[in-house]
């Protein structure tokens, strides 16, 4: 990376925060315009989640300055996920299917909540029914599914929005290409994935971390 690591670690911590804040607990949204197609195309893209056993794929970070950041997403259903970082930024966001954890190892700070209180519920919690709360977003393309996610009534937590293609190679027809997060800011971070691999043995060790605050301990 080009700026020095002070702006590199505020900023990679805004966006996580943004990530991971932006939530859509219980309810997420009033239930979508009842259109048969629609709904049948947000099912399509919900049965395509919940088809996935385990998933690694390298994904891009982009704060709404433009400042980017890369790493390696590895998914295990129900609920564990791991975004590793690229050497030289001191964080770690895991999931180990019951809360969604950011570990800053620069300060030795970690941050937990519950995976019903992040956006990532949507892609992680097994009981969210995005299909009945969920919002199609109209894309005018067949091959592509945008479902928007947010609680009208904690405007606090944004929205996330989660960006499907049409692939028959991947579970359920179709592949997560990327996802939007705004918070209630307008700070913008989108993530983005390539080099999808599906149905590969993953360890759940992949979903501890190191506690910087105790080095011994394991959580």
């Known amino acids: 990376m080009t700026f020095a ?8 911590r805004t966006a996580c925060a943004a990530a991971l804040l932006l939530a859509a607990p ?6 979508a315009e009842p259109v048969e197609a ?28 433009g400042q980017s950041i890369a790493g390696v997403m590895t998914l295990k259903s129900p609920g564990k996920i791991r975004f590793q970082y690229q050497d030289g930024v001191p964080l770690l966001v895991v999931s180990n299917g019951k809360s969604l954890t950011l570990v800053d190892y620069e300060v030795n700070q970690v941050q937990r909540w519950p995976i019903r209180n992040s956006p990532l519920g949507a892609l992680l919690d097994p009981s969210r ?47 997560l290409t990327n996802w939007v997060a705004l918070d209630s800011q307008n700070h913008r971070t989108t993530v983005r994935l390539r080099n999808h691999k599906y149905g590969m043995s993953v360890s759940d060790k992949q979903f501890t971390y190191r506690d910087p605050r105790r080095t011994t301990r394991r959580r």
Request: aromatic residues 6%; without cysteine; glycine residues 6%.
């Open 5 to 12: 690591l002070p702006l590199l670690r505020n900023s990679v």
């Open 26 to 31: 219980a309810a997420l949204l009033a239930p």
């Open 38 to 65: 629609a709904q049948g195309n947000l099912d399509s893209a919900v049965a395509a989640l919940r088809s996935i056993s385990t998933m690694k794929a390298d994904f891009t970070q982009t704060d709404r300055q």
């Open 129 to 175: 029914d995005i299909a009945k709360y969920g919002k199609l977003i109209d894309t005018g393309r067949s091959d592509v599914l945008s479902v928007e996610v947010r609680d009208p009534n904690r405007p606090e937590f944004g929205v996330i929005t989660l960006i499907f293609t049409k692939k028959s190679s991947a579970p359920g027809g179709w592949q």
